[in-house]
């Protein structure tokens, strides 16, 4: 009888150090595709970066663009320089803050108190005239700045229609979106 438990011990012992090789050779099969998932999704999420990357290096250089526009609006603005000349580069503008003399000049008009009151009503309206002047540039210049801040196509559209006239006011608002959703 003692020699039959022992058997059965041994017998025992060995289904279970069998039954112990097979879990630990599934749980090894499992922790391999664990490990290789792994690498993907790390090899993924790199990837990812990198676009994340290179599409953030791009916005920057669009809203660098859009500042230097934005710039030459201003500094022609005030430079009282026409609505027809192309954009010029930040650096070109910049020797043109010598306009700020003509707030000088401006002195002398109070005497006239009727040209006074204009200039202070006209800064408002003057980014549409201005903007509105500049034709298809000026508008595509408007419709990122909108596009960048949030807001929806059909408020862009509108506003565009309002103050600019453009033969295909659809294509630039889709290639604006779709650069600024790209």
Known sequence: MLEAAEQSATALRAEAAEEIDAQLERAQGVAARLSERADHIERSLQALADSVREELSA?????????????????????????????????????????????????????????????????????????????HEGARVIALNMALSGSPRDETARYLSENFELDDPDALLDEVYARVAG
């Open 59 to 135: 916005l920057k250089a669009d809203l660098e663009e859009l500042r230097a526009v934005g710039e030459g609006v201003g500094e022609r603005r005030a430079a009282g320089a026409p609505a027809e000349r192309p954009p010029q580069p930040p650096t070109e503008p910049r020797p043109e803050p010598a306009p700020e003399p003509p707030t000088e000049p401006a002195e002398p008009e109070p005497v006239a108190e009727a040209p006074a009151p204009a200039p202070a009503e006209e800064p408002a309206p003057e980014p549409a005239e201005e903007a509105a002047g500049e034709g």
